[in-house]
């Protein structure tokens, strides 16, 4: 029932307002407290958060062990939130029903599918206990041999209650269960079954043979739906904590449709803000970083002679920073606006809005900022509360740019320029410099540099404890290598502000297995190329742009063959006779 529906009948009715921000429900408070939980469901067994509010464990581990240790037929005492478990196919009434859940879960005769099930079902209760307790968050569970049948379960008694799903019910179970209340038939495909195959019930593929399915809907889907016709689900739960993607959205129904570009662009913009704090949020925290962004709209036509053609989908590379979010969804949401309406000139409404950063994985370890490197570099011009703006404006642009593996600080605007450097020379903490400053150091170190040929090799130079030069016999043959703050092993060398004065390699190579080697007056250093993004050189001064694309593809060797040269030119001619 709807709040002003209940406000009606109820006039004293005290409703919780959930929180709103940007114009919107904010369910970041969910979100943490689903996070509490799963937090300790996590500690019994391999843990997949498939959503805001739900979990899969795999329990079999800990149900095997308990199996092996403490049977439940051994057990004096069970536990009475156990007891109250439902169990399906034990038709049990009034008082008798935990003792008929006590001797069912103690059977000695039972096979070994059922004892893991009673194992699992202890199991449950105590993680669910432990979860009231700690958090005061209630859960219900389904106790089952596969995730689609857990699924199922848990939603069967609400709330706080759990039930186990023997081996021996499943066919009861699917057979009055309708299609379009399993996972994956709710749609289009869940539609078909019902018009062309007559089937209502998941129990009514029975009927059909797996070569029967196969005809209809392909070897595959075909081969799916005989298996879960049977109960039978290969899925396997996936170690993760953390949501695959984030996304955000919001309605727009009846009148409150957005009909001018100017109302879609506002809520676009307030969705990509929220989004861009959310990503950041899991970059700060968990290091991990989200590679594709995409709009997803449902939206009518005035008038329309189409009334199939839906509102597409559009994708692109994610970019790091709210500004830029906003701007890419402003074209994706443009882009899907011209295929909708085609070549009709007609009013449109958008009823639906939404946006999600996805492909989201962990960044490589070791990865850092090129600006780590640019020690004593920073043109004093460049203030630190611009340097503090830019953090909060610029992200990192890909899986190789501006995060260390040790952590990040967030530079405070008071800090002096000499401890700037210092944090930066430091071996226990990285400071992350973002792409803007860069942009910035590139413009400032523009105006005094010499006529020389000018080089990465500039902007590098040796601190205290950052980037030493090395001598040869301390050769490092990657970036990652030479990224650590110190080489206490290597003898320390002249400034590379001293090897500045002579421009140019003396060696310039790529290896066979895609190391770019750099050798200058005898000292080697490397680029592993494929941990460099393209998409990073756009951030960088234009001379660094240059001298690393050449990196990207090297000079073609001149053909110095003769015209007309061919293998017999290698062959004397045989003499005759």
């Not at 009514?204 to 005989?226: A, C, I, M, P, R």
């Not at 909708?340 to 996805?358: E, M, N, P, R």
């Not at 973002?434 to 413009?443: E, F, H, M, V």
Request: proline letters at 4%.
């Amino acid at each position: 029932m709807r709040g002003d529906e209940a406000k009606r009948i109820c006039p004293n009715i005290q409703l919780i307002q959930v929180p709103v921000a940007r114009g919107k429900a904010d369910l970041n408070l969910y979100r943490n407290a689903g996070s509490e939980v799963v937090s300790i469901l996590a500690t019994k067994g391999r843990c997949e958060r498939a959503s805001i509010d739900e979990v899969y464990l795999d329990l079999t581990d800990a149900a095997e062990m308990m199996l092996s240790e403490t049977p439940p037929e051994v057990l004096e005492e069970i536990d009475e939130e156990v007891l109250k478990s439902h169990v399906l196919g034990l038709h049990v009434e009034g008082n008798e029903r935990e003792e008929n859940v006590r001797e069912w879960l103690r059977r000695s005769d039972a096979d070994h599918q059922d004892k893991l099930l009673a194992c699992g079902a202890i199991i449950v209760a105590q993680l669910r206990m432990k979860a009231l307790y700690e958090t005061k968050f209630t859960c219900s569970a389904g106790i089952a041999h596969n995730k689609m049948l857990a699924k199922l379960a848990s939603a069967m008694h609400k709330p706080a209650q759990q039930t186990v799903v023997p081996s021996s019910s499943v066919k009861d179970l699917l057979a009055s269960l309708p299609v379009k209340k399993m996972k994956q038939l709710g749609g289009k495909l869940g539609s078909s079954l019902q018009t062309d195959l007559g089937v209502n019930n998941v129990g009514d593929l029975l009927q059909f043979s797996q070569e029967k399915l196969q005809e209809h809907y392909g070897v595959n889907t075909g081969t799916w739906l005989w298996n879960i016709s049977r109960g039978i689900s290969g899925d396997a739960v996936v170690d993760r904590l953390l949501p695959k993607s984030h996304g955000c959205g919001k309605t727009f129904p009846g009148p409150q449709a957005l009909k001018t570009i100017a109302s879609v662009e506002n809520w676009v913009n307030q969705l990509c803000d929220e989004l861009s704090e959310r990503i950041q949020s899991d970059l700060d925290q968990n290091r991990r970083i989200a590679h594709t962004l995409t709009l997803h709209a449902r939206a009518f036509k005035e008038n329309d002679m189409e009334p199939q053609r839906k509102f597409p989908s559009k994708s692109c590379p994610l970019r790091y920073g709210t500004t830029k979010i906003q701007e890419d969804a402003v074209k994706l949401f443009d882009s899907g606006l011209r295929d909708f309406l085609g070549s009709q000139h007609v009013g449109w409404g958008i009823t639906s809005l939404s946006i999600a950063a996805s492909k989201i994985s962990d960044l490589p370890q070791g990865t850092c900022s090129i600006l780590k490197f640019l020690q004593g570099k920073i043109p004093s011009s460049t203030s630190l509360s611009d340097a503090g703006e830019f953090h909060k404006e610029s992200l990192p642009l890909s899986s190789t740019d501006d995060v260390q593996s040790k952590g990040c600080t967030v530079m405070d605007e008071e800090v002096k320029h000499k401890e700037l450097a210092s944090e930066a020379a430091s071996n226990d903490i990285d400071t992350i410099f973002q792409a803007k400053p860069l942009k910035r150091i590139g413009s400032s170190v523009g105006k005094t540099k010499d006529v020389r040929k000018s080089s990465i090799l500039k902007f590098f130079q040796s601190s205290n404890s950052s980037f030493h030069t090395m001598n040869k016999a301390c050769e490092r043959s990657s970036l990652d290598q030479a990224s650590s703050s110190s080489f206490p092993e290597c003898e320390e060398h002249s400034d590379l502000e001293q090897i500045d004065e002579q421009v140019g390699f003396s060696e310039d190579r790529i290896d066979s297995d895609g190391h770019h080697n750099q050798t200058r007056n005898g000292y080697t250093w490397g680029i592993n190329m494929e941990n460099i993004d393209p998409s990073v050189l756009d951030e960088l001064p234009m001379e660094i742009q240059r001298e690393i694309r050449e990196w990207f593809h090297p000079p073609k060797r001149a053909n110095t063959s003769r015209k007309g040269s061919s293998i017999v030119h290698y062959f004397s001619p045989v003499k005759k006779g």
